[in-house]
Nanobody, 117 residues
């Protein structure tokens, strides 16, 4: 298990940008997959973006081309750069870590992103 702390959320107008960061309590070098998920009120949590230890990335269909995930193993952080934000991007954004050998992922406490129209 690893403790994760998200930061960078806030209120932004449609078309604007935000940069979310996820800080891990230990080295993420060996963490197989790290990702961002989001949950809007009344909706299920959904995948936003993932990045493997090798740097391969994946994105949810609704965010492709607008959001970029990256990881810095030296700083134990994962970043989500969000551009061209839309009101439908409004949600609580959670960081997740999947470690080899563990079936239980680690989650952060979430950070609120609100996009006004």
């Amino acid at each position: 298990q690893v403790q994760l702390v998200e930061s960078g959320g806030g209120l932004v107008q449609a078309g604007g940008s935000l940069r979310l960061s996820c800080a891990a309590s230990r080295s993420i070098f060996s963490i197989a997959v790290m990702g961002w998920y989001r949950q809007a009120p009344g909706k299920q949590r959904e995948l936003v973006a993932t990045i493997t230890s090798g740097g391969s990335t994946g994105y949810g269909d609704s965010v492709k081309g607008r959001l970029t995930i990256s990881r810095d193993n030296a700083k134990n952080t994962v970043t989500l750069q969000m551009n061209s934000l839309k009101p439908e991007d409004t949600a609580v954004y959670y960081c997740r870590a999947d470690t080899l050998g563990s079936i239980i992922p680690s989650w952060g406490q979430g950070t609120q992103v609100t996009v006004s129209s």
